[in-house]
């Protein structure tokens, strides 16, 4: 029941980003057509490159909440491990909500979800820090043989943690995992924005 609940907890982590995915998904095939506050509705490129940070949110969340549910199940006992994983969403979801009604998502789709998936890559390169003083061991299993016990290394793996000051930052897979995925959207965020006035001068 243990892992189970877990892995519930930890897949809850993604549920805003889908829902956000979703509904930018519907905005793509019913695009608004009034005016908002007096200006023009986004567009379909709007709504697209949405989709796309909130995709990004979500992945970044999921890896977020696991290396942080690593590093609690190995210092932590299971309920304590449960609370903790329930209070990041209950952290997280608010957020998110917040940060759309705030700068209001109707208006401007793309700056809200940018911002969303950029604070959630900083998140997760922070979780990269916190975790590095984790590794991974082979476990050993005793394995029974005619009555007697003979050590034999098995194939899985167990995690193993360090003090504090065993952290260090690993710029290699903040760059990799953190910056590079959001690069790649700015740089798309860009050239939508260009291509779209080429488009509305046409």
Known sequence: L???????????SIVPA????????????????????????????????????AILTGWQCLCLTTGLLTRWRHYYPPLATLIRLLALQAICWPATHLTLSILEHDKRPVIVWAIIGTTTCAS???QIWVTSNLWQEPKKDGAVVNG?????????????GGKWGGRRWDWTAVGVRCMLPAGVLYFLMAWAEQLRREWSGC
């Open 2 to 12: 243990t892992p189970l609940l877990f892995e519930s907890s930890r897949l809850l």
């Open 18 to 53: 889908i829902v956000g995915a979703i509904y930018n998904i519907y905005l793509f095939s019913h695009l608004p057509t009034s005016r908002i506050s007096g200006r023009a509705p986004p567009e379909r490129v709007d709504y697209f490159i949405s989709v796309l940070w």
């Open 124 to 126: 997760r390169s922070v």
């Open 148 to 160: 007697k016990i003979s050590p034999e290394e098995s194939r899985s793996l167990r995690w193993r």
